[in-house]
């Protein structure tokens, strides 16, 4: 009798329902055919292994990066920066600027030695979602002001086609 319970409940257990809403279901490589303004000269290419973008400025000293992000981390930029901090062992890392935009924020981190260093390092994120998915385009090195904001140009720009 006992036999009989257990194939009853493995039969029971293995039936799948196909039927319900598959909304959550994402593509592998959901970045693959956005569009996205990129600046003159800037060169751009698609990893499809990681579903990544890679843009170069003209002069090659700034890269940005279109990737997904943890969507553990998205709430609020705060909780983004300490999803971040991990990345600068021993430093000090604050938000120096916070914009909230449609679907997302934008943040500049400044990344200090220690409480008494005038010089930041800055990096600089766009958070958004994209669909079903949330993205961050960031670049690190974006001390000047007209950088920074071709960095934030070209991260907000991003669209499905």
Known sequence: MKRAAIVIALCACSKHDTSGDQSAIVKPQVFADISMSVPDGWTSSYDKDTDAWHVVS????????LERADERFVASPDAYMHHLEPRWPGKLVTIEQREHVAGGFVITLGVFAGANDPHAQHATYVVRKLGKVWYRCFADGTEDEPLRNQVIALCRSVRDR
């Open 58 to 65: 003209v002069d090659a000293r700034t890269t940005v990066q």
